[in-house]
């Protein structure tokens, strides 16, 4: 199982990125995905999931209503926009591979390597 994350970078507060994992290694249509982010001195913290068919999606509450994640089962690939960012957005961002196909917050079993987001004021 490989997921390769990008699209970080820097940003203003109130700005926009979109962040890309490309997966390969296991049949990706089967298993739900999700986005989970470690700012410094912090414990890892979910953000986003989404199940197998992209027809169901679950955010965290910091972020719900400035955040999308998505998928495309056909590329293998699933992204994560994220609209009026704040400083507290201010992350290092992994994407990950579910045990399953439906959405939970726990139970994810492979990671990539993560992404820095940093969001200026």
């Known amino acids: 199982v490989q997921l390769q994350a990008s699209g970080g970078g820097l940003v203003q507060a109130g700005g926009s990125l979109r962040l890309s994992c490309a997966a390969s290694g296991f049949t990706f249509v089967s298993y739900a995905m999700g986005w989970f982010r470690q700012a410094p001195g912090r414990e890892r913290e979910f953000v986003a999931a989404i199940d197998w068919s992209g027809g169901a999606t679950y955010y965290a509450e910091t972020v719900k209503g400035r955040f999308t994640i998505s998928r495309d089962n056909a590329r293998n690939t699933v992204n994560l926009q994220m609209n009026s960012l704040e400083p507290l957005d201010t992350a290092a961002y992994f994407c990950?591979?579910?045990?399953?196909?439906?959405?939970?917050?726990?139970?994810?079993?492979?990671w990539g390597q993560g992404t820095l987001v940093t969001v200026s004021s």
């Open positions: 990950a591979k579910r045990r399953g196909s439906a959405i939970r917050t726990t139970d994810y079993d492979h």
